[in-house]
T-cell receptor, first 119, second 116 residues
Framework: DTGVSQNPRHKITKRGQNVTFRCDPI?????LYWYRQTLGQGPEFLTYFQNEAQLEKSRLLSDRFSAERPKGSFSTLEIQRTEQGDSAMYLCASTGNLPPGLAGRHEQFFGPGTRLTVL | AQSVTQLGSHVSVSEGALVLLRCNYSSSVPPYLFWYVQYPNQGLQLLLK??????LLKGINDFEAEFKKSDTSFHLTKPSAHMSDAAEYFCAVSDIYGGSQGNLIFGKGTKLSVKP
């Protein structure tokens, strides 16, 4: 078990550029979550995948954000036309194959995050 | 809607002193509650969780929490603080209603400082 990994760990970009982050969950986990954490705040939910299906999106996920999990393994989060307000830590978490109704009881395993700075 | 409120954005204790980090939840139905710790530039690590079984929970590194329905609290305690406990602590509730898929709703966090 190598844990959840995220790449890159840090990304500095200029306003208006596109960025893409990658998350590799724990290998047997089929549920994957993306969160955003701004300075002084707790993480906020962005979106959720079960296998390759994106089943839930937060209102925080504007049209400039898109997430994919094409083969039900790793996931990518892309931000187009970045804005300074997008500067944050982007966290990925995964959890195992659980029956409906039990997912909320189980620990989510978090990656180290990707820190995005938009200049 | 479910939510958690953490009282105190910063808590400072002396090494060896009791640690008490406060969390109150708002939920019209039985919640699933979690405490996570975040060290600088790292992801979150689970300390302990409440999922409607025992109300007194023991977690890693001697942390404990008690679920109290009477005052909707889920406070985190540790009898004796270590320098290594200095970190940010997050209380979270699992959003499992209204079609949500178990994503976590976090409080704003409490930064714990430990003085030698």
């Amino acid at each position: 078990d190598t844990g959840v990994s995220q790449n890159p760990r840090h990304k500095i970009t200029k306003r208006g550029q596109n960025v893409t982050f990658r998350c590799d969950p724990i290998s047997e986990h089929n549920r994957l979550y993306w969160y955003r954490q701004t300075l002084g705040q707790g993480p906020e939910f962005l979106t959720y995948f079960q296998n390759e299906a994106q089943l839930e999106k937060s209102r925080l996920l504007s049209d400039r954000f898109s997430a994919e999990r094409p083969k039900g393994s790793f996931s990518t989060l892309e931000i187009q036309r970045t804005e300074q307000g997008d500067s944050a830590m982007y966290l990925c978490a995964s959890t195992g194959n659980l029956p409906p109704g039990l997912a909320g009881r189980h620990e989510q395993f978090f990656g180290p995050g990707t820190r995005l700075t938009v200049l | 809607a479910q939510s958690v409120t953490q009282l105190g954005s910063h808590v400072s204790v002396s090494e060896g002193a009791l640690v008490l980090l406060r969390c109150n939840y708002s939920s019209s139905v039985p919640p699933y509650l979690f405490w996570y710790v975040q060290y600088p530039n790292q992801g979150l690590q689970l300390l302990l969780k409440y999922t409607s079984a025992a109300t007194l929970l023991k977690g890693i590194n001697d942390f404990e929490a008690e679920f109290k329905k009477s005052d909707t609290s889920f406070h985190l305690t540790k009898p004796s603080a270590h320098m290594s406990d200095a970190a940010e602590y997050f209380c979270a509730v699992s959003d499992i209603y209204g079609g949500s898929q178990g994503n976590l709703i976090f409080g704003k966090g409490t930064k714990l400082s430990v003085k030698p």
